[in-house]
């Protein structure tokens, strides 16, 4: 028997790590590249390097952050602090977005609070003749979208996307994706111990969470082609209310489709 390996997952489920063997697998494959089921034990050095790491997981630092990547779809992402952690609920966002760009020839696109690039990086792989930009303001996050999207022909942008659509064309795009900050005030207060650990600036949605919803209903449909999309990950409460808005600043065939969990998840509204 690993003893070892029994050990770290003991210490993670008393610290109430969800998943905490799971964990233990990750972390031990990590440092030893073995399989903790049929390996006797680390040696010395990969014994301290386990602590170290155990220490920090048992803080509640999120795994993605401890092993410094991270897959979501077909592909491998870098990650690390000061950068949100990609969800596989946003898969289905991605798939979404290439849904409706099939059959368009080089789809100009838009990831806007791209952080790792996952979901621009998604769309690219999805249509490879499409013209993918991820927009990023975050200065900790900056690295991390510039190493995932190299050789990969995807454009990065750093810059502040409450303003940055007046730098565009007029009817210059296809479709806009984006996973923005949609949290609460409230939300914000009592975060889950590894959701803390992110950067509160692709958290942070505003008193109501909407904050950036109104953003891209109100200026950036401008910059959208006549039938152009709308593509926004949500919280699994704020299918109303992001609809709504869309309403109200025209858009049409607003509709939200559910993650692979039953949630609410994507919103698509497309411009007139």
Sequence with gaps: MNKSFQALCARLQAAGVPDARFDAAQLYRFVTGRDPRLDDGPDEAEARRLEELAVRRAAREPLQYLLGEWDFLDFTLKVGPGVLCPRADSEVVC??????LQGKQAPVVLDLCAGTGCLGLGVARACPGAQVTCVEKSEAAWPYLVE?????????????????????????????????????????????????????????????????????????????????????????????????????CGWQHGRCRKDYGGNDRVIVLQKP
């Design 95 to 100: 798939e979404t977005a290439a849904e409706l």
């Design 148 to 248: 995932n999207t190299a050789g990969t022909g995807v454009r990065t942008v750093q810059a502040d996307v409450f303003c940055w659509y007046r730098a565009l064309a007029p009817e210059s795009v296809d479709l806009i994706i984006s996973n923005p900050p949609y949290l609460t005030g409230k939300e914000m207060e009592s975060l889950m111990p590894e959701t803390a650990h992110e950067p509160a600036l692709a958290l942070d949605g505003g008193t109501d969470g909407l904050d950036f919803y109104r953003l891209f209903t109100q200026h950036y449909a401008v910059v959208l082609r006549p039938g152009g999309w709308l593509v926004l990950e949500i919280g699994c409460a704020q299918a109303d209310e992001v609809l709504a808005l869309g309403s109200r």
